[in-house]
T-cell receptor, first 111, second 114 residues
Framework: DGGITQSPKYLFRKEGQNVTLSCEQN?????MYWYRQDPGQGLRLIYY???????QKGDIAEGYSVSREKKESFPLTVTSAQKNPTAFYLC??????????FGPGTRLTVL | QKEVEQNSGPLSVPEGAIASLNCTYS??????FFWYRQYSGKSPELIMF????GDKEDGRFTAQLNKASQYVSLLIRDSQPSDSATYLC??????????????FGRGTSLIVHP
């Protein structure tokens, strides 16, 4: 089955901790994205990567970091510099037809 | 700033009616347009895409695009309670280096009542 997986489904972070959210896809897509969604809000772009070993900041990159060492993987680290990290985090990948597909999401809560 | 605007709703329709969801966008260079359905607590699911002016039909869904008016809509015929969800409009405006970075509206909440 082709698709996008995200782990963990739920994540709890203490103040001052860095945490890493996993995103893996086996769709052979070059482009991958990280979004943040807050209650009642749309999707806000954190980072995106068009190709391996390259990534770009989105609209709200401050306090986040990413890497793209493999085509299949695009992990997101939420650093202690992100002051309000509680949100629903969505990873997506996009095919050549510009259709974007989403993983199931990770719900991050700061304790 | 590239913007995608949607009425947040909720839009409430009776079962069996036609639900009409609308979206406007600011970047005239946008090439492709997508509709996603998002159930509460779940991730968005792609349900329709449209690239050319006019209508595109897929089952009970019809996407309509008018590039001159910068307007895209989604019609859901014979609405069912299971269609109750938030519908996100996404637009692909051209970015730097030929990239197309999707821009999402905030979504319209649809409630289909029996």
């Amino acid at each position: 089955d082709g698709g996008i997986t995200q782990s963990p489904k739920y994540l709890f972070r203490k103040e001052g901790q860095n945490v890493t959210l996993s995103c893996e896809q086996n769709l052979n897509h070059d482009a991958m994205y990280w979004y943040r969604q807050d209650p009642g809000q749309g999707l806000r772009l954190i980072y995106y990567s068009q190709i391996v070993n390259d990534f770009q900041k989105g609209d709200i990159a401050e306090g986040y970091s990413v890497s793209r060492e493999k085509k299949e993987s695009f992990p997101l680290t939420v650093t202690s510099a992100q002051k309000n990290p509680t949100a629903f985090y969505l990873c997506a990948s996009k095919n050549q037809a510009r259709e974007q597909f989403f993983g199931p999401g990770t719900r991050l809560t700061v304790l | 700033q590239k913007e995608v605007e949607q009425n947040s709703g909720p839009l409430s329709v009776p079962e069996g009616a036609i639900a009409s969801l609308n979206c406007t966008y600011s970047d005239r260079g946008s090439q492709s347009f997508f509709w996603y359905r998002q159930y509460s607590g779940k991730s968005p699911e792609l349900i329709m895409f449209i690239y050319s002016n006019g209508d595109k039909e897929d089952g009970r869904f019809t996407a309509q695009l008018n590039k001159a008016s910068q307007y895209v809509s989604l019609l859901i015929r014979d609405s069912q309670p299971s269609d109750s969800a938030t519908y996100l409009c996404a637009v692909n405006p051209p970015g730097s280096g030929g990239s197309y970075i999707p821009t999402f509206g905030r979504g319209t909440s649809l409630i289909v009542h029996p």
